[in-house]
T-cell receptor, first 114, second 109 residues
Framework: GAGVSQSPSNKVTEKGKDVELRCDPI?????LYWYRQSLGQGLEFLIY????????KSGLPSDRFSAERTGGSVSTLTIQRTQQEDSAVYLC????????????FGPGTRLTVL | EDQVTQSPEALRLQEGESSSLNCSYT??????LFWYRQDPGKGPEFLFT???AGEEKEKERLKATLTKKESFLHITAPKPEDSATYLC??????????FGKGITLSVRP
């Protein structure tokens, strides 16, 4: 079956521009997560959605970052006024339920801010 | 705060040379410990979930074990295609995965 998909696979932008990253989770998965992976660093949790509950935004590094999930499926991560330190790979994962269910990851979006 | 420490940072093995990767953790209310494999330019690929101390799981040349403080990923007679970064992560009471920085494994033919 289809796994988690993300688009674009690569994004190059100029400092100060806004970017949108998209995630399509596995069909039927109610939980969706966003992570950031910087060179030499571990995966850093950003935000997660569980069903119709309010998202857990505790990992977002600044108010320039936001995310939404429409219809309990597709999610978009938006970064406003991008900075060079935002350059990283952004990974999306989904699981059947939040908590101890296995999270399955997409291929990621590599963001480069010039 | 949940923490995961993996060691060594990098490991180079000869094909057929068995070894173990270590993952030490501190977590409030462990709900699961996960091992993933990540190849360059790709997302993490799920390997195992362990839920309680004493649990073991195997898949081909890999075997994962769990104690109350650490987990080991044992690799028996590795092949070059086992070369990858191996990630360990825990889920605690907050339902969020906390990852270690990973162990980069290189297996020489």
């Amino acid at each position: 079956g289809a796994g988690v998909s993300q688009s674009p696979s690569n994004k190059v932008t100029e400092k100060g521009k806004d970017v949108e990253l998209r995630c399509d989770p596995i069909s039927g998965h109610t939980a969706l997560y966003w992570y950031r992976q910087s060179l030499g660093q571990g995966l850093e949790f950003l935000i997660y959605f569980q069903g119709n509950s309010a998202p857990d935004k505790s990992g977002l590094p600044s108010d320039r970052f936001s995310a939404e999930r429409t219809g309990g499926s597709v999610s978009t991560l938006t970064i406003q006024r991008t900075q060079q330190e935002d350059s990283a790979v952004y990974l999306c994962a989904s699981s059947l339920l939040a908590g101890s269910d296995t999270q399955y990851f997409g291929p990621g979006t590599r963001l480069t801010v010039l | 705060e949940d923490q995961v420490t993996q060691s060594p940072e990098a490991l180079r093995l000869q094909e057929g040379e068995s070894s173990s990767l270590n993952c030490s953790y501190t977590v409030s209310g462990l709900r699961g410990l996960f091992w993933y494999r990540q190849d360059p330019g790709k997302g993490p690929e799920f390997l195992f979930t362990l839920y309680s101390a004493g649990e073991e799981k195997e898949k081909e040349r890999l075997k994962a074990t769990l104690t109350k403080k650490e987990s080991f990923l044992h690799i028996t007679a590795p092949k070059p295609e086992d070369s990858a970064t191996y990630l360990c992560a825990v889920v605690g009471a907050n339902s969020k995965l906390t990852f270690g920085k990973g162990i980069t494994l290189s297996v020489r033919p």
